[in-house]
């Protein structure tokens, strides 16, 4: 009978390897978000202001509560921010018809180039490091992100690419 097993790797948890991965972390978001933070910063925008666009374009007719439940804002921060995009075109919000008290949000054309623009240059990064890390590691990179997301929200995020839309 065979008693060799195969064992976890010990330094695979030791926490010089969980600060390197806190850094890779804090320096991918560092490259990740800088391109889009430049073009942001021209109209006068912020981080929020991007996810707002960045999630609505993803999900048009989000409602304005569900839109607070990812960002994980204070009501008056997401007001601030909507407002902003509201009134400057690049979000329009509309009366849900089966609840009245619902407001449902939308991207104008003005909002879809902008999301594009911003988000094409986060696609090639992404595309570029998942081509230069192979298929295996991506779906392991892609686990391990999920894995750090809190469970109640990890439904905001299919494990499957065809239902990735919210």
């Not at 407001?103 to 990064?125: C, D, M």
């Amino acid at each position: 009978m065979d008693h060799h097993k195969t064992k976890v790797n010990p330094l695979f948890l030791r926490e010089e390897e969980l600060r390197q991965s806190i850094e890779l972390l804090f320096f991918a978001y560092r490259d990740f978000t800088s391109e889009p933070d430049a073009i942001l910063a021209e109209l006068g925008f912020g981080r929020a202001h991007h996810r707002a666009i960045y999630f609505v374009g993803r999900n048009p007719g989000l409602a304005v509560n569900q839109l607070l439940d990812i960002l994980k804002i204070t009501k008056q921060s997401l007001s601030r921010v909507l407002g902003q995009l509201l009134r400057e075109g690049f979000i329009v919000q509309a009366t849900d018809a089966r609840d009245r008290r619902r407001r449902l949000l939308r991207l104008t054309a003005k909002g879809e180039e902008l999301e594009r623009l911003l988000t094409e240059k986060q696609l090639h990064r992404v595309a570029r490091a998942c081509r230069e890390a192979g298929a295996e590691a991506t779906e392991g990179f892609r686990t391990v992100l999920r894995g750090m997301i809190n469970v109640g929200d990890r439904h905001w995020v299919p494990l499957d690419a065809d239902s990735a839309a919210m």
